[in-house]
C-alpha cells in the first residue's frame, strides 16, 4: 500500500525515510511525515474556516483508521484550547459480525475525548441487517448512508455540537467529483453549502490528504488496524472510480488534488441553486420537499 523505501533518507534529514510522496518527490522520515500531514489538515482548517472559538466538535467515528486518525488529530491540535471542545460520536447500524463499537470506544478513550455511541434501532427503529432482509441488499448501502447520516446530524445536535467531524480523505474526495460527473449529476457538482437551520455544518479537515498518507498516519498512531469489510458493500461504481482514479493517478500524481479542487470551484462560478430545507413533521431532521430518510425507513418497513 506505501510506497516504503529501503535505505533512503529523508528529504528533510538524515533519518530514514517511511514514505515517499510521488505528487511531491519527498521522502520523509517519520517526524517529519507527520508534520507534513498535520499541515497540510491545518492549512484546509485554516482556508475553509473549519474551526472557530467556542466550537463543539463532533467526530464521526467508526474506529476504522481514518475516523481514528482524525479523532488523533483534532484532540492532538485543539485539546489543549478551552475555548474548543471535541467528543467523538459512533453511529451503530446494526451489521452483526461488522461494525465494532466497542474499538471505536477504544479509540476515543486513547485520545482522551469523551465518547457518545447511538443506533440506528434507538433513532429510527430498525438496523441495516433488517433492512436487508426485508429489501434484499442491492441498495443497502443507499438505505444505510442516508439513515447514517440522519442519526449523525439528530446525535450531534441533541449533544450540542457546532460541528460535525468526517474523516473523508482526498481519495474520498476526488472520487465523489469525479462519480458524479461520470453519473451526469451537474446537480450535485454545483450544489452550494450554505449554511442550513438544524444541520450541523460538516468539516472535513483531511480533504487535502491523500488516503494511504491518513492510513499510514492512523497505524503510526494507534497500530495495525483489522478492518472487516461490509457484508452490504456493493458500491460498485465508487470501486470502479477509485481503481481508475489510483491507476491513472499513479500516472499523473496531482489529479486527485485537480478533482478535489474542480469540486469545490464549481459551486462558486455557478448559479447553483440551494434546496429550500423545511423540518420533516414526522423525524424533526431538515429536509427538502420529503424526507429521504423517513421515505426509506418506512419502505424498509414495508410501508
Ligand atoms: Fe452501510 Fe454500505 Fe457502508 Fe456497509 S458499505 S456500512 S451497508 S454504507
Redesign the pocket.
Known sequence: MFDWVEAMQCSKCRQDAIIWQRYSGLHLCREHFVADLEAKAKREIRQKRMIASGDAIAVALSGGKDSSALLHFLTKTFGKRRDVSIFALTVD?G?AG??NTDAARRIAEECGAPWHCVSFKEIVGTT?DRI?QTRG?AL??????VI?RHCLNAAARSLGATKLAMGMNLDDEAQSVLMNVLRGDAERLVRTTAPVPGVVPRIKPFAAVPEREVALYAILRFGIFREG???????ALRADVRGLLNDYGYRHPATKYALKNLGEYLPGVCTGKTSELRVCPECGEPCGDTCRSCHLVREARGG
Not at 469489510?229 to 458500491?235: K, S
Open positions: 447500524e451489521i461488522y461494525r441495516t436487508v441488499d443497502s448501502c443507499t438505505y444505510c448512508g447514517r469489510g461490509c457484508p452490504y458493500a456493493h458500491n
